[in-house]
């Protein structure tokens, strides 16, 4: 072993140590993970509710993108620097077609998201959870009428 000034060199040339020490400062930049999950609307008028529908919301959960129609496994995520965004791959199918693409999601300064895919961008505003609570009691209400419905006419 030798000693010089103050540093251990055993073995390890100069050329491996500062690839061993540039890991080392570089693995916890890749280790940020920047969660999208949520429900998102369309437009100002959307139905938080209605998920995947033209006039709607579209969600995020567990890397997963659920689209009009489509639904997209987000894989192999890349972090961008010195933003809140993260580039992906995605991997996609709806209305009987299976495609490949990346995009890139951002947090939005008001809460949102935005999404950019090649050429397109787009800002969603996050549903609120009263948005979506108040739709969930409405479509159990509905659900109980129906039934309430049915079995009136059964008797």
């Given at each position: 072993?030798?000693?010089?000034?103050?540093?251990?060199?055993?073995?390890?040339?100069?050329?491996?140590?500062?690839?061993?020490?540039?890991?080392?400062?570089?693995?916890?930049?890749?280790?940020?993970?920047?969660?999208?999950?949520?429900?998102?609307?369309?437009?100002?008028?959307?139905?938080?509710?209605?998920?995947?529908?033209?006039?709607?919301?579209?969600?995020?959960?567990?890397?997963?993108?659920?689209?009009?129609?489509?639904?997209?496994?987000?894989?192999?995520?890349?972090?961008?620097?010195?933003?809140?965004?993260?580039?992906?791959?995605?991997?996609?199918?709806?209305?009987?077609?299976?495609?490949?693409?990346?995009?890139?999601?951002?947090?939005?300064?008001?809460?949102?998201?935005?999404?950019?895919?090649?050429?397109?961008?787009?800002?969603?505003?996050?549903?609120?959870?009263?948005?979506?609570?108040?739709v969930d009691s409405e479509t159990a209400g509905e659900a109980k009428a129906t039934e309430s419905d049915a079995s009136s006419e059964s008797e």
């Open positions: 072993m030798v000693f010089r000034k103050g540093l251990i060199m055993s073995g390890l040339s100069g050329a491996r140590l500062g690839l061993l020490f540039s890991i080392a400062l570089a693995a916890p930049l890749a280790a940020q993970d920047i969660s999208f999950d949520g429900v998102y609307r369309q437009g100002p008028a959307a139905a938080c509710a209605n998920i995947g529908q033209d006039g709607g919301s579209i969600e995020i959960k567990n890397n997963e993108f659920f689209g009009v129609e489509s639904m997209c496994r987000m894989t192999r995520p890349v972090n961008v620097v010195d933003m809140d965004a993260t580039l992906f791959d995605m991997k996609c199918q709806g209305e009987g077609t299976e495609w490949e693409a990346r995009a890139m999601f951002m947090k939005a300064a008001n809460g949102g998201l935005i999404m950019v895919w090649n050429g397109f961008a787009f800002q969603y505003d996050r549903c609120a959870a009263s948005d979506l609570a108040t």
